[in-house]
Structures are given as structure tokens and as C-alpha cells.
């Protein structure tokens, strides 16, 4: 999991990675490669994920403080 990573954040596509790795005569190389990309597009969507909940808790808590300090919404006033 932490190599996959690592090669997508260097740009490189995992399908690529797979295709050296085996051989055109295996027969299992288009399944290999269709599987790489559904891993590859599932951890896209994992990380899409945490980032969007980890936005959505840094806000929440930066609203908080916003809220304390202010004393409500005194300050937009």
C-alpha cells in the first residue's frame, strides 16, 4: 500500500508499474491491469475522502475559536 502511494504521488501510474512486472505471454496481464486501475481509482477515492473530513474538522474547530473569541457573531457587526 505505502509503494502504490508513493508511486502515484510521483506521477506515475500503477498500471505501468504492473505491465513491467509481467510478462504479454502471462494472459492475465489486461486482468492485472484493470485490477491495478480499480485499486488505483479506490485509493483515489479514500484520500478524497480523508481530505474532505479532515477540511471539514480544521473548519469546524477554527469556527470555534471564531466563536469564542467574538463572543457569538459580536464582531461582524
Do not use: Y
Not at 513491467?20 to 481509482?41: D, F, I, M, N, W
Not at 484520500?47 to 459580536?74: E, P
Request: with cysteine; proline share 1%; hydrophobic share 45%.
Amino acid at each position: 500500500m505505502e509503494n502504490s502511494g508513493k508511486a502515484l504521488d510521483k506521477g506515475q501510474k500503477l498500471e505501468v508499474m504492473v505491465e513491467v512486472g509481467s510478462t504479454p505471454e502471462s494472459g492475465h496481464h489486461l486482468q492485472k491491469s484493470a485490477s491495478a486501475r480499480l485499486h488505483a481509482h479506490r485509493m483515489w477515492w479514500s484520500n478524497v475522502k480523508l481530505v474532505l473530513v479532515l477540511d471539514a474538522v480544521v473548519c469546524a474547530i477554527l469556527f470555534a475559536i471564531w466563536l469564542g473569541i467574538c463572543k457569538g457573531f459580536q464582531c461582524v457587526k
